[in-house]
C-alpha cells in the first residue's frame, strides 16, 4: 500500500494538463480519486460506536 | 483589443488559490509545530488535490461541465473521510487529533471546507449565468493563471515528497510521530 501514490497520480495529472492533453488528464484524475477512496476503505476499519 | 476574461475563468483562478491556501496552511502546521499528518489527514489532502485537479482543468483545457463534476465528486470524497475522522473523536473527553485552529480540529474545518467548495461552484454556476457568460470555453494561459498553477503544482509536489519521507513505500502510521526515512 503506497501513501504516496495519490500524490504522484495527482502530479501527474497536474503535469498532463499542462501539457493540455485532456484524455490522460481525466485518467490520472480518476486514477487518484479510486486510490484515495481505496486508501480510506483499507483505513477506516475500526467500527463506530454510533446507531442512527 | 483587450477580450474581457470570462468570469468563470476568474473564479476558478480563485478556487485554486483558495485550495492551495488549504494545503499552504495544513503545511505550514506540518512543518512549524512538527505535526506529522496520519493516514486519514493525508487522504484529505489527496481529496483537496483532486478538487484542485478540477479547477485547474477548467483553466488549462477550457471551462466544461464535467470539470465540475470532476470538483463536486473529489468534495464529497473530502467530506465522507472528514466525516469518518470527526466521528472518530466525537465522543465526548476525546481530545482530538492534531492542534485546533480557531478552536476547531483540522478535520472539522476539512468537513467546512469540503461543504464551502460545493456552495462556491454552485455561486460560480449562478454567477455566470447572471453575467450572462455561459462558456467561458477558452483555455487560460496568462502570467496569473500560470502563477496560480506552479503554485498549485509545487504544493502537490511537496506534498508528494513529504509523504514519501513521512511512510517510505508503505502505509504510515495512525499517529505518525517522526519520518520513516528520516530516522
Known amino acids: 500500500m503506497y501513501m504516496f501514490l495519490p500524490f504522484l497520480l495527482a502530479l501527474a495529472g497536474c503535469a498532463s494538463a499542462w501539457r493540455s492533453r485532456a484524455g490522460l488528464s481525466y485518467a490520472l484524475w480518476s486514477a487518484t480519486i479510486v486510490v484515495t477512496v481505496a486508501w480510506f476503505f483499507h483505513h477506516a476499519t475500526d467500527p463506530l460506536k454510533f446507531s442512527f | 483589443m483587450s477580450e474581457q476574461r470570462p468570469v468563470g475563468a476568474i473564479l476558478n483562478m480563485l478556487g485554486l488559490l483558495g485550495i492551495s491556501l488549504i494545503l499552504t496552511v495544513a503545511f505550514t502546521y506540518q512543518l512549524a509545530l512538527g505535526e506529522l499528518p496520519c493516514p486519514l489527514c493525508l487522504l484529505q489532502r489527496a481529496g483537496f488535490i483532486a478538487v484542485g485537479m478540477g479547477f485547474l482543468f477548467n483553466m488549462r483545457l477550457g471551462e466544461r461541465g464535467s470539470h465540475y463534476a470532476m470538483i463536486l465528486v473529489s468534495s464529497l470524497v473530502t467530506g465522507f473521510i472528514s466525516m469518518r475522522q470527526v ?93 520513516l526515512l528520516l530516522k
Request: charged content about 10%; hydrophobic content about 50%; overall charge negative.
Open chain 2, 87 to 179: 466521528s472518530l473523536h466525537l465522543a465526548p473527553g476525546d481530545p482530538g487529533y492534531g492542534s485546533a485552529l480557531f478552536g476547531l480540529h483540522f478535520y472539522t474545518w476539512a468537513l467546512i471546507a469540503a461543504i464551502g467548495i460545493v456552495c462556491y461552484v454552485a455561486l460560480v454556476f449562478i454567477l455566470k449565468d447572471v453575467t450572462g457568460k455561459r462558456d467561458g470555453d477558452a483555455p487560460l494561459n496568462g502570467a496569473a493563471s500560470n502563477t496560480v498553477f506552479a503554485i498549485f503544482a509545487l504544493l502537490v509536489a511537496a506534498n508528494l515528497l513529504s509523504t514519501v519521507l513521512e511512510c517510505g513505500a508503505g502505509q504510515c502510521d495512525d499517529n505518525p510521530v517522526r519520518y
